[in-house]
Antibody, heavy 122, light 110 residues
Framework: QVQLQESGPGLVKPSETLSLTCTVSGGSVSSVTYYWNWIRQPPGKGLEWIGYFYYSGSTNSNPSLKSRVAMSLDTSKNQFSLRLSSVSAADTAVYYC??????????????WGQGILVTVSS | QTVVTQEPSFSVSPGGTVTVTCGLNSGSVSTSYYPSWYQQTPGQAPRPLIYSTNTRSSGVPDRFSGSILGNKAALTITGAQAEDECDYYCVLYMGSGLWVFGGGTKLTVL
């Protein structure tokens, strides 16, 4: 299993862009083996899948967030990133990065970062 | 819009058995959705319990099991322990690289 660690600003202003990075150890972001995902959890609420990015550039995201989400890989740093634009207070959440192994039938989030709280406030 | 449903809360006695279910507003849940289950304690990242309907993740005690019951996915805890008191989430894979979480079930052991 890979190990994942989120990083980024803990405070973002409304209407600005939230940017987070997930550093991967124990595996390569350019590997065919993994889909790289972002998941969030507003305080006191449930989990919400944001989207995934694959080394080939294949990507998909939650239809409710699709217009505001961008994801990418930085193979030199073995990291993957999330950008969420035009944020509002509703985007305040703990953001997790997670991996999915691409082997047939293993469509689940097997490794998770510890999470990072991002607050949207002026 | 796809909605994955779970019981908001459940209660079980220590040593008892409880089944949490995971449904779909648009129809039946089958193995083709590769249901997975996660356990989350306060302040911690979720931990995978079950994937592909009924396969236990590494290190998960065998008192946790997964299945399809009727038209829903199900997580059963047999012989519940105090440490099992936390939140449980199911996830369905909708295909085409799209996942949907259920709303979560808060389990109380008392």
């Amino acid at each position: 299993q890979v190990q994942l660690q989120e990083s980024g600003p803990g405070l973002v202003k409304p209407s600005e862009t939230l940017s987070l990075t997930c550093t991967v150890s124990g595996g390569s972001v350019s590997s065919v083996t993994y889909y790289w995902n972002w998941i969030r959890q507003p305080p006191g609420k449930g989990l919400e899948w944001i989207g995934y990015f694959y080394y080939s550039g294949s990507t998909n995201s939650n239809p409710s967030l699709k217009s505001r989400v961008a994801m990418s890989l930085d193979t030199s740093k073995n990291q993957f990133s999330l950008r969420l634009s035009s944020v509002s207070a509703a985007d305040t959440a703990v953001y997790y990065c997670a991996s999915v192994v691409t082997a047939a039938g293993r469509y689940y989030f097997d490794s998770w970062g510890q999470g990072i709280l991002v607050t949207v406030s002026s | 819009q796809t909605v994955v449903t779970q019981e908001p809360s459940f209660s079980v006695s220590p040593g008892g058995t409880v089944t949490v279910t995971c449904g779909l507003n648009s129809g039946s849940v089958s193995t083709s959705y590769y249901p997975s289950w996660y356990q989350q304690t306060p302040g911690q990242a979720p931990r995978p319990l079950i994937y592909s309907t009924n396969t236990r993740s590494s290190g998960v005690p065998d008192r946790f099991s997964g299945s399809i019951l009727g038209n829903k996915a199900a997580l059963t805890i047999t012989g519940a322990q105090a440490e099992d008191e936390c939140d449980y989430y199911c996830v369905l894979y909708m295909g085409s690289g799209l996942w949907v979480f259920g709303g979560g079930t808060k389990l109380t052991v008392l």
